[in-house]
């Protein structure tokens, strides 16, 4: 892992106070200027531009909307209930495309682009495409403007850095980090070198040499890492394509210029013993016969390996990359297609198959936006990890609160070797060819996000927010990295702006109460904790729903023994006495809330005392 706290290299050049001579057009000026136009930007920019200030958005491409436009289709949604504020509206609108009058979450990418720039337009938002950043001026710790790489100048009271790679907040000197903290770091039990797959791992033994014994394409040798170790591995990318078989709108797949049928050995090894699900066994259906194609076992559409040196990489290195994944995955298409290893039933699934024509128009149907799962990370004076979230079961933080997650710890691989140390590598007979990084573990209930991810440090620069690239660790990142939330998380920036500006202090300074009652009156989901009970009455509140992952039968011998064992058990919300010999009627809770004991047939419960606690 790499901690940074001033950029110094790859093509990037920062300034300091403005202490260079410039010739250059006058500059534009608006009140708040958003860099990137992912969903977390668009939403930051609408938002303030519907408090009537003036926004202009800077995207670095002709591209707008980031993923959920670029070929995400199927959003990773988690439990939809935390989706408020400016993403439920944009969820309801793409409903309402389709005819519906419920949110529709899986999108269409030229339907999603048009809803956004719809958005947009509502708020009076100024787009710029194509002006990538190039550098930025700042007066001690504000900045003042922001430099495109074709010499405009956009000035702005308070700015906001919506890209996926952090780029703003690198030229503006604000310390980040790259990779994976050690488990000791925040004490994380998930962070680190993993040495095993979570998922999408080898699930058998594949020689990773070839007859001469060198390595085979697409692999490593084995990194000399103990469990738990800090790294700088970059989880992998992809290209999210947009897929179908519908004849009359599919562009087959074609030989790409740079094949080498020799890369796919190592798969070819893997698949000569497990067919292969293609195009992938990953494919989220969306509307109209189009699929999102995403990664799923241990060789598919992720290229492991392939982002180290993306965050930081200049220009020319990261457009290296991104051919180096079209690249990959083109070949992938191509080796399913055709490889005569395979078995010919493959062949035909594939010829079913292709990009959609009718998306991505621009660009010959492939996406232009590459899945950088995570760039950089700001490090800011609070930084949301593993244990943070898991302190979210037993507290409100309340105006501190933009919004909320659900969603799964979910981080993919960093790495594919060949596992040659006997002493290690033990799930096979060494050597084999073995994934190791990814991580998906639910934390197993909605929390809160807290408005300190937004904040670089306060001593660094005072009118900045960063939505996407927020401060947090590897693992924390893991769960608040979809688009959803990136959307609530840029909503909250774009409205911590307008009071900012209102109230002429910096971001951090901020009064949350004026800030959580806009977000609020915009239908943000701030908190979802139900009532905690009082030894008075420890049964439910009649119309509140309780939706939590667990229930817990304690003993108990009475009504005020059960609320007293509700008071002792960390993290219970409500407790529920049932004694013996109760009738249906006598109870307060359904006899079918009682599947779990096998008791849910029964009108009476004879000799059966117990109490029921709901933990969150």
């Known amino acids: 892992m790499k901690l940074l706290f001033v950029l110094l290299c790859c093509g990037f050049a920062l300034s300091a106070n403005a202490t260079r001579k410039r010739t250059q057009a006058p500059a534009s000026e608006f009140d708040v200027v958003v ?8 939403m930051s920019a609408v938002a303030a531009g519907r408090e009537g200030l003036s926004v202009a958005l800077l995207s670095s491409t002709f591209h707008i909307g980031g993923m959920s436009s670029g070929g995400l289709g199927k959003s990773d949604i988690g439990n939809p209930v935390v989706i408020g504020g400016l993403a439920g ?13 419920t949110p529709e979450y899986n999108l269409e990418p030229h339907v999603a682009r048009n809803l956004f720039n719809d958005m947009l337009k509502s708020g009076n938002v100024t787009v710029f495409i194509n002006k990538r950043i190039k550098d930025v001026v700042l007066n001690g710790t504000r900045i003042v403007s922001l430099i495109a790489d074709d010499k405009s100048t956009f000035n702005a009271k308070v700015f906001v850095d ?9 030229f503006a000197a604000v310390p980040y980090t790259v990779g994976r903290e050690s488990s000791k770091r925040y004490n994380e039990s998930l962070a680190g070198f993993q040495g095993v797959a979570k998922g999408h791992e080898f699930g058998i033994s594949v020689d990773p040499f070839d007859k001469d014994g060198h390595l085979l394409p697409l692999l490593s040798s084995q990194p000399q890492e103990s469990v738990g170790d800090e790294d700088t591995h970059v989880q992998a990318y992809n290209f999210r394509l947009c897929l179908t078989q519908n004849t009359s709108n599919l562009v087959p797949f074609s030989k790409p210029k740079q094949y080498n049928a020799d890369t796919w050995e190592v798969a070819r090894r893997l698949f000569a013993k497990v067919a292969p699900s293609v195009p992938s066994g ?47 995955m083109e070949g992938l298409l191509w080796f399913f297609s055709q490889d005569p290893s395979l078995n010919v039933s493959v062949h035909e699934e594939m010829a079913k198959w292709g990009l959609c024509k009718d998306e991505f128009v621009e660009t010959d149907n492939w996406p232009p936006q590459l899945y950088v799962r995570e760039g950089r990370r700001m490090q800011g004076d609070f930084i949301f990890t593993q244990v943070y979230v898991e302190k979210m079961r037993n507290i409100d933080i309340e105006q501190e609160s933009i919004g909320m997650g659900s969603y799964n710890y979910d981080m993919h691989n960093t790495q594919r070797y060949a596992c040659t140390n006997k002493s290690t590598c033990t799930h096979f007979s060494a050597p084999y060819a073995w994934n190791e990084g990814d991580v998906e573990t639910n934390p197993g209930y909605k929390y809160q996000i807290p408005v300190g991810v937004l904040f670089p440090p306060k001593k660094a620069v005072t009118n900045l927010l960063v939505p996407v690239a927020v401060s947090a660790s590897h693992v924390g990142y893991g769960t608040l990295r979809m688009e959803p939330q990136f959307m609530i998380m840029g909503h909250s920036a774009g409205m911590l702006a307008s009071v900012a500006i209102e109230e002429d202090v910096n971001v951090q300074d901020v009064n949350m109460s004026t800030v959580n009652k806009r977000l609020l ?8 904790t139900p009532p905690k009970p009082v030894s008075s009455n420890c049964t439910f509140e009649d119309n509140t729903h309780y939706n939590h992952p667990s229930n817990i039968q304690v003993d108990g011998d009475s009504a005020q023994g059960c609320c007293d064992a509700c008071g002792g058990y960390e993290g219970c919300v409500g407790s529920l006495f049932r004694y013996a010999d109760a009738t249906t009627e006598d109870m307060l809770y359904k006899p079918s809330c009682w599947v779990m004991f096998g008791l849910q047939n029964k009108t009476t419960m004879t000799g059966v005392s117990a109490c029921i606690l709901n933990a969150q």
């Open 162 to 170: 919506a890209s996926y790679e952090g780029d703003m907040m690198a």
């Open 282 to 328: 990953n494919l989220g259906p969306l509307p109209n016969g189009k699929y999102d194609m995403n990664n799923a076992g241990p060789i598919s559409t992720d290229l492991i390996g392939g982002a180290d040196g993306y965050p930081d990489g200049s220009t020319a290195a990261r457009e290296v990359i991104w051919q180096n994944h079209k690249n990959y």
């Open 89 to 101: 509206e944009f969820f309801l609108r793409n409903g309402q495309y389709y005819g519906q009058s």
């Open 521 to 528: 009156a915009t239908h943000q989901i701030l908190t979802l």
């Open 35 to 42: 860099y990137e136009s992912t969903p977390g930007g668009i």
